[in-house]
């Protein structure tokens, strides 16, 4: 009995303590970081992959048959216009010189003959003219004592003989007269001969020359110099090795390393930024880039580019258009072919809204913030954001300047709670060239 008056009397004072009132707290706000929509000067780049390549670049090849005697400069070394590469055997090539230069020295000492024999057929002609004027004066005075005779004679007043002999030796003076002519063209044509063989003994040695020339050439292409400066790269032949038979044998490639190009394609929307902002800056600063580069190492390369080319169409393919900008290379950092990422200063905004990364939440492709409005009263507000530019976020559309928008705890708030926000400084947003 004593211990059923206990349990009830236990049970009573229970449900005395539940029915007593307690007093009801109310929440602090939770207190978070926020930051105003800053209205700044914004460039917009564009990220691109693009790959290097030299400015120039050359095949250095055999240009003469022969074996490799030496090579000069090492696999991979720096080289300067007209540094010695390779050398092929020049034995050959100047025993030919040596011919050829005998050549000439021969077929000379035959033109120097031939020009003495013209000397003398000059003068036979000479004395053959001679001869045939003094005859055929003889012969004129011949004849006007054979007049004379005559009519002598048939006056009866010289004897038939004597005029027989004045005759004779007419007669005789006449054929001496055409054996001289005969002579005398005799001795023009022999002298047109010995022009003729002087101009073919010119023409000899005018060939011969050329060939001096020729085997020189070909003794000189067994030099193998560096067409320009830049870096020699593997050797494709070796010492011993026979090249140029029947082709050009290439030997090795040189390349130039300074400047770089980087050749890289963007979008036909993007295309147009870029072309708008290369006129825009060489009326503007005629050495402006805005064109700078990322390493494969992720580090960034000192130097700033410039675009140097702009294709001529969009590729249809890829509606893509290729561009190509040069860097300085002094450093010899960049080498050909290799794969870098660049950024692109496509535009400047002078009034763009700006709100830290973090600020931005991010779900199944639409982005949002949680705006704090003057009575600290949280709300979610649907953005359409633009480009990155370092930790700032450009938004193109749903909040004004000046509003506050939540950069910290993010987790512990909800549309239309109450928070106690404190405000940070937003940094300035990076400079455009």
Not at 290 to 295: A, D, M, N, R, Y
Not at 381 to 387: E, N, S
Request: net charge neutral; charged share 25%; glycine share 6%.
């Amino acid at each position: 009995m004593k211990t059923l008056l206990w349990i009830l009397g236990a049970a009573w004072l229970g449900l005395a303590a539940c029915s007593r009132p307690e007093a009801v707290s109310t929440p602090k706000p939770p207190a978070v970081s926020v930051a105003a929509v800053a209205q700044r000067p914004v460039p917009v780049y564009g990220q691109y992959v693009g790959q290097t390549e030299a400015v120039k670049t050359v095949e250095v090849r055999a240009r003469v048959e022969g074996f490799i005697d030496r090579q000069a400069a090492p696999d991979g070394a720096d080289v300067r216009v007209g540094d010695l590469l390779f050398v092929i055997d020049p034995r050959p090539f100047e025993a030919s010189l040596r011919q050829a230069q005998a050549n000439v020295a021969r077929d000379g000492a035959q033109l120097l003959q031939t020009e003495a024999a013209l000397v003398q057929r000059e003068a036979d002609v000479q004395q053959a003219q001679a001869n045939l004027e003094r005859d055929q004066a003889q012969l004129e005075n011949a004849r006007t004592q054979e007049r004379r005779y005559r009519t002598l004679l048939q006056q009866e007043l010289v004897a038939g003989e004597q005029y027989d002999q004045l005759r004779t030796n007419m007669t005789a003076l006449a054929a001496t007269v055409q054996a001289d002519r005969a002579a005398f063209e005799n001795a023009k044509a022999a002298l047109a001969a010995a022009r003729a063989t002087i101009e073919n003994a010119r023409a000899v040695i005018r060939a011969d020359e050329a060939a001096v020339d020729s085997a020189r050439l070909q003794l000189g292409y067994t030099s193998i110099r560096s067409p320009l400066d830049g870096r020699m790269g593997r050797a494709e032949v070796r010492v011993g090795s026979l090249v140029g038979k029947g082709d050009a044998t290439l030997l090795a490639t040189v390349s130039t390393l300074d400047p770089m190009y980087v050749s890289f394609s963007v979008s036909e929307r993007e295309a147009l930024q870029v072309w708008r902002r290369r006129q825009s800056e060489l009326q503007a600063r005629p050495g402006a880039s805005g064109i700078t580069i990322t390493l494969p190492d992720d580090s960034a390369y000192a130097h700033a580019g410039r675009l140097d080319f702009v294709d001529r169409a969009v590729d249809p393919r890829t509606g893509t258009l290729a561009l190509r900008a040069a860097f300085p290379n002094p450093e010899r950092l960049l080498q050909p072919g290799q794969y870098v990422r660049l950024r692109v200063l496509l535009e400047e905004r002078p009034g763009a809204l700006v709100v830290p990364q973090a600020a931005v939440q991010e779900s199944q492709g639409s982005a949002s913030v949680f705006v704090v409005g003057q009575d600290k009263t949280v709300q979610a507000r649907t953005v359409r954001m633009g480009p990155r530019v370092g930790t700032l976020w450009v938004v193109e559309e749903g909040v004004e300047p000046g509003e506050q928008v939540v950069i910290k705890g993010l987790q512990q708030v909800r549309a239309g709670m109450r928070v106690e926000p404190s405000l940070e400084t937003v940094p300035p947003a990076p400079a455009g060239s």
